[in-house]
Every structure is written in C-alpha cells, then in structure tokens.
C-alpha cells in the first residue's frame, strides 16, 4: 500500500478534508493530526475497520481505543450515561487533551474497548482533527499513529517513518502543540481516577471533581499478571531503539554521574544543560519549563536513536504539573531502570 501525505493548514481546505473523511467513512485508516499527538484514525462503529487498526499498529487485542468525538453532543448514544461529573469536567477541559471513561452504548463495537464494558471519550482541542470527524459523520477511534511501543509520533513524518505502507493517508497538520497524550480519567468506580497523566494536569482535574485518585500504575512497574485498569499501562511503552537509563538527582550530580561514564553512551538533557555536555546529547525542553518538555519528549526519544550510542543517560524531570505527564512516558521509555546520584 503506498501511503499518501496531504497537508491541511486550515479547515478552509474543503477538499482536503473531505478526502481524508471518504477514506474514515469507506473504512480506511487515516492519520490525523491531534494538539497531543497524531491518532491512527477508524470508524469507530466498523468493527472491521477497527480491526484493522490494531493489525497497523502491531497492538496487543486487549488495548481499548478512545472514541474522538467533534461536539460534546455526540457523546450521547456513545455512553449509557453522562453523569454530572463528566458534563462538568467537559465544560471545563473539552475541546482539549483530556479523554473520559464511561459505560459504553451497544452501539459501540467491542473491539473498540476491547471487551471491556466501558469506552474512553475524547473531544479534541485540534480543528483539523474536528473538522475531519464532523465531515466523516461517525465518531473516530484513535490510538497514537505509533507502532506499538514506539514512541508517540508528534509530526507527520514520524507517523510515516512507522506507518509508511501501512496506511494509505496521513493529514499533515504540523507539530502537536501540547506533544504528550491526553489524561485518560475514568468515572466508572466510586471516585474518580486518572489512569494516563497527560496534557490536563492532575491538579487541574482535581480543582473540577475534588478528591481524585491516581492510579498506582502512573508511575510503578506493574506486574506482567496483575489486574490493571488501564490496559495499556501494562505494556512497553514509548520505547526507542537504544537503551534509556534515567538519573535521578540535582544537575552537578547528573554531569559528575557523565563524567564518570565510559563505553559508547549519550545524553537526554535539558537545552540549559548542553554547555556542561561532553558526549552525544539529545535535549527534551527546557528545565524549568515542564510544558517545553512534554513538546519535545517524544521526538527526542526518537531522536536517540540517531546518537549511534549502546545507552543513553536521561535527566530526572519535575513530578508535578504537567512533569507527572513527561515522567510517566520518560520512566516507561526506560522501562523503569532508575540510577539514584
Ligand atoms: O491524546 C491521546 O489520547 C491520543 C490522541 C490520538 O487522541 N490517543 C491515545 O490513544 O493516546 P492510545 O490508544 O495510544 O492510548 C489510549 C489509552 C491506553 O492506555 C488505553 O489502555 C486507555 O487509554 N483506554 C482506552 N479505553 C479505555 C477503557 N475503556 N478503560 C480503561 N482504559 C482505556
Ligand atoms: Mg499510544
């Protein structure tokens, strides 16, 4: 399959929109532009379509996928229920990078949820991404254009360089703004809990629905045969090709910790660090900043691979505000190996 790129700058580019939503409504699979990251676009009501998603992706059968939605009105006849919760967390954060679990319709196939009796909602903030889905008609489920394990594609070319004869459209619709994924909440369950952090922080959730839990699996290894309720959050994750090491300490103690190195190794620094760098170096942002990071993180990790290097040495981020975000995909992409300085 030859994979075809269009560029879309504006929902002015009727025609370009129109294309990329005939491919979504024949049950072709499309890559969109989001704020967060690119999504791997299907008709979320065709179970073959769908289907085909996970077959593009390499992504394990028991994953769910969100729905994308392009007005908050078509989450009816999606969920059986809104609750207050939601239509409040909505008018707040939707349009924008943050998803909702509910109790999912019967109009929703159980591929998209992978079994599970429930469905992830999102309304994204990113106008070619709505504009395609209201032109398509039906609600778009979409994972991350990435192959599994990869990390998250932020641009167009990224998407091609995992999709490219898989697919047959990617919209270019420039770099993601926001360049983590969105915050997966779900308000099934006693209290609400945020099983992804992602581009709406916790706090910002909680300022919303007061006492809310995060999940345990945001930022521990979780066993291979435990009971998760995110299933994603069991698998490897945003993994490059090299291996990723993250030191944790103050940044005199990173730069003694490089120093002290030898063999073929690189960095993932900051750019207010790269003065003190002697090796191969990939930046991810700046430090002080962890809206800068979570932009760059994933094209840095893909960067890394370029470096040529056996390992590289990655800086510990903030944990709070949107730094829970970068942590998570950062200590995941490393598959939790952690070294103390
Ligand atoms: O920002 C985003 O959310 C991007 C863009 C494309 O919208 N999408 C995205 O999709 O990140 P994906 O498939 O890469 O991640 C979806 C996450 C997975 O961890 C999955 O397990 C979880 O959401 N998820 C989806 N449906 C779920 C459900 N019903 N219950 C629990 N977790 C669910
Ligand atoms: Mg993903």
Redesign the pocket.
Known sequence: MKTQIIKINSTIQKDEIKKAADVLKNGGLVGIP?E????LGANALDEEAVKSVFVAKGRPQD????V?ISEFDEIYGLVKEVPESAKKLAEKYWPG?M?I?LKKSDIIPSVV?AG?D???I?L?EHEIARAIIRQAGVPIA???ANLSGSP?PTNAKCVYDDMNGRIPLIVDGGECNVGV??T?V?LVGDKPKI??P?GVTPEQIIEVLGETEIDKAVLNQIDKDEKV?????KYKHYAPKTKIIIVRGDREKYFDFLKNQTGNFGALCFEDDVDEIKCKFVTYGISTNSFSQSKNIFSALRKADSLGVDVVYARYPYEDGMGLAVLNRLLRSAAFEVIEV
């Open positions: 989001t967060t990251v690119y999504g994953n769910p996928l969100i994308h990078p998803t679990i949820s599970l429930t469905v992830a999102r994204p979409a994972p991350s998250s994924e969105s997966v779900t099983l992804r992602g309720s995110s299933p994603g959050m």
